[in-house]
C-alpha cells in the first residue's frame, strides 16, 4: 500500500519522519495496529509503522534487563523471557480478544500506550515504571535516547515518562529497555463472594492492607465464571512453599467479610489471565469500553453513578482503583462517565468505541488550563510541524 | 571547579526594593521570619550536601502555604528573578545551591501532613515534611513509606520527589517515582495544578513521571501524594564475605539469577569495609576484599528458608565468611556499619566526595579494577559502597579540603569515574542527581541533539530559564545565561 510505511530499521524510520515534516503529511504511527481502535482516529493520510523493526538486541538474565525493537511482539518477549523464568512485572494486557482482531501487540506500542495488569498495584509498579530506556525518532526527525540500560538512572530529564502513554505523539519509539522481574514459583487466589461493590472494595482493601504480598486485587461482575453475586478475588504469587501459610492468614484476615475459598493452580491463572485482557467485557463489540483510573475508597460510588446512567458492565482491578466499564456507545453514556469520573476525583479513557462516538467526545479528560498550555508547548518542543498522530489525544 | 554564572547586575542592584516585596509577599509568622536577608542568616543557606560549593542567595523566602509559593513565583516571573527551591538541603549533586542573584525558596515550614488514608493506602503531605516523617505517621498502623534514603531523618519528600531519590530497599520497593500519586504543581507563573491525586494511573501524558526527578527545573511542589505500603511481616539480615571482587560479583549474579529478589543486596569494597568496621565494630570481617549484606522479608519460618538458600548460593563461592542473622538485633548488628558508611569515611577523612554513577552490575569487578587504578594515579583513597542488585555505586573518594589541589584532583577523579560509568554502559547519576556537580559531564552520556531536546521541554515549563538555572545543563546552551556568559 502506498499510503503505508513500513520502516525495517531506524534509518527508515527517521526518513519517512523526515518526508512527512518536508511535504507536510502527517503520519499515523503504529506499531502493527492492534491499539487502532482506542483513543481517536488519526488524521493523517499515511501509516508510518514500527512494526518492521523486530528483535531483542539485549537480554541479559542476570541484570533483569532487556532491549527489544518496537516492532517486536509482546508474546515474542515473554516466550523468550519464561525460558529464563522471568516475566515484564507490570503483566501488560493482551487486548486482542477485546479490540475484536488477532493483532498481536507490539513492545513499542504496549509502552506508547503505557498499559499494565492486575500487577500494578505491586512495589514493580506500572509498565512506565519499568521503563528503563528508549530510543525514539522525535517530530525534527532526530534520534533521541532517554534513560539507559540500567535500572537506576536520574541523569537529565524523564524523558521516557513523558513518552510511556503518549501514543504516539511525541515520538516514535524504534526500540525499549525494560526491567524484568523473576517470574513468581506458583500464584494462587482467595475467592470471597461479596454483597456488593462496597464490601468488595473494602475487603480487596483489607487484604491490600496485609503483610501477605498480595499481587491482584479485582471484583469480578456476578454471573463470571457461574458465581451468584460479586466475587472479589486476591492473589499471592511467590514461591510455591510460601503460599498456603499465607493464604490461610489472608482468608483468617477476611473472615469478618465471609468465607473465603482457594481457586489454585492453571484456574487461578487463566482468572487473571482474564482480568489482565478484560476479556468478561470483549463480549458485545458495538458498545463502548472507558477505563477509569480512581482512588479505590471512590470506587463504589462512582459504579453507582454509572449503573444509573446507563446498564453498565463493570471489572474492578487495582483494588478498587481501575474500573472497566462497558456500555452503549453513546454520547450520553459518555457524559456520565465524564461527569462519575471528574466527581470521584480519577480520570478515564474512552478505550473502545465506534469510530462516530471517538469522532465526536472528549476521549481523555480534559486538561487545566495551565497545563493545556504546557502540553501544548511540550507538543511543540518535540513534534513542532505535529505530524505524529494527530488528533489521536485529543 | 565548576563555574557559576555572572549574577545580573540589575537584579543585585535592586536587592531592597526586592526583600521589601518579598516581605510583603510572604509575612512573618510564629515560628519564624518569612524572609531572610541579612549576610549573617544567609549563610544558613549557601551551600547544601555538596558543601565544598558555597554561594549566598539574594534572599530566602520561607512561605506557609502553597498561595504564599504560588505569590513569590509569580513576582519572580515578574520580575524576572531567579529562583532556587529548597527542601532540606542535603543534595549532594549542588542541586539546592543558591546562586548570588536567586530568590531561594526554602518549603521547610510547609511541614504538615494532610491526610491519611490506610484503605486508600496513601497520604497527602506538604513537601516540607521528612521522608521519615512519612514513615513515623503510619508505622503505627504496620505501614511505611518506601524509598528510604540514607539521609531519610533530614530529607523532605519535595526534595525526593524533584530527585526522585532511591535508598538501600529500592531493589524491591522501587524508587520515589513509582511510589508517588500525585503533587501539588505550582508554575513559574504562579499558576497551582494538581497532578495526579489518589488514582494509579494518569489519562494523557505523564506530567507526574516528567516532574519527578526533574531537579527543581520546572516548577516548584507544595504538596505530595504518596503511596503507602503495609510493612512485611519480618525482615532479617545476612553477611557474606569474600575473596575478591570479582568473586563477589558472580554472588550477586547467582543471587539475582536464582529467583530470589531480596529487599537489599549490599556490596561494600575492602576499604570500605575497614572504614565502617573501625567506626562502628560490627564485626566486619577485616581480611576479605568485598562483603555483601542481604535482606529478605517474610514471615520467621519464610526468612529462615530464603536465608538458607541464599547461604547455599554463597557457599558455592568460598566465603570467608557467613553470618546469618538469628534476630532483629542481629540484624541490626549486620547494617550498623552500612548504614554508619559515610560518617565513617568522615572520620578517616573529613573530606569526601560522594559519586554516584550506575554500570549494569555484571561491569562491577572491571569498574572496581579501573577506579583502583584511578585513585593509585591520582593519589586520592577512595571507598566504594554499591547497591549491588541494582547497579547504583557509590565511590567515597577522601581529599582535604584545605589543599586546593587535592580538591581539583577529587573533582577530576570523580569526573573520570563517571565517564567509565557512561563507557561501561551505565549512566552518571543513579539517585543523586545532576545538579551542578555533574552538569559538565552531561555531554558525555548524551548528544547535542538530546540535551537541545530535553532544554526544550525545560523551555516549556520555563521559558525564561528562571527555575534552578545554572544546573543539570550545560552553561553553553543554557538560553538564559549563554548571552551574558559570551560577554
Ligand atoms: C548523608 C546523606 C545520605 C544520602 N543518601 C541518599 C540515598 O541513600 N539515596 C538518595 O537518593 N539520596 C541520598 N542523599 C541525597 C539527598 O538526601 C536526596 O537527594 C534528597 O532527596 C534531597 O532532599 P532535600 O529535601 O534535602 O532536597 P534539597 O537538597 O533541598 O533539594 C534537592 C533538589 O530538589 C529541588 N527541590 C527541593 N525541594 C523542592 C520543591 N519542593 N519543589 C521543587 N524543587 C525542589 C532543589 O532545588 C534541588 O535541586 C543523601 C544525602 C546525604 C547528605
Redesign the pocket.
Known sequence: MADRIDPADEAGVIEAVRQAVAKRTPLAVEGRGSKRAMLRPVQAGRTLSTGGLTGITLYRPEEMVLSARAGTPVAEIEAELARHNQVIPAEPPDLAALFGHAIPSTIGGMVATNLSGPRRIGPGGALRDQLLGIRMVTGHAELVRSGGRVHKNVTGLDLCKLLAGSHGTLGVLTEVTLKLAPRPEAGLTVALPVPGLAQGVAALSAGLGSPYGVSGAALLPAGWRGSGGPLAVLRLEDFARFLPRRAEALRGLLSSFGAAGLIEGDESAALWRDLRDAAPLAAAPDQAIWRISVRPSAAPDLCGRLDQAFEARLLLDWGGGLVWAAGPATAAAHQAVMAATAAAGGVFTLFRAPDPLRVAVPVLPQEAPALRGIADRVKAALDPAAVLNPGRMR | MIALPEPDAAVLARRDTILRDLCRLVPDGPFGPGVIGDAVRLRVYET??LSAYRQPPLAVVLPTSTEEVAAVLRYCHKEKIRV?????????SG??LPLADAVVIG?MRMNRILEVDFDDRLAVVE?GVTNLGITQAVAGDGFFYAPD???QL???I???V??N???AHCLKYGVTAGNLLGVTFVTIEGEVVRVGGGHLDAAGYDWLGLITGS??QLG???EVTVRILRAAEGARAMLAAFRSNEVAGQVVDAIIGSGIIPVALEFMDRPAIHACEAFANAGYPLDAEAMLIIEVEGDTAEQDDLLGSLAAICNRFDPISLRVAETAEQSLAIWKGRKGA?GAVGRISPDYLCMDGTIPTGELPHVLRRIGEMSDSYGLKVANIFHAGDGNLHPLIMFDANDPDSFRKAEAFGADILKLCVEVGGCLTG???V?VEKRDLMSVQFTETELRQQRAVKSAFDPDWLL?SA?VFPLEGNPALAPRAHG
Open positions: 547544601d550536601g532556587v527551591p529548597r527542601g532540606a538541603g542535603t543534595s549532594l542541586g539546592a518549603l513537601a534514603p540514607s539521609s533530614a530529607c523532605m519535595g526534595g525526593n524533584m530527585m531519590s532511591g535508598g531537579e527543581g516548584l511542589v507544595t559515610f539517585e543523586h542527581g545538579g534552578n544546573k
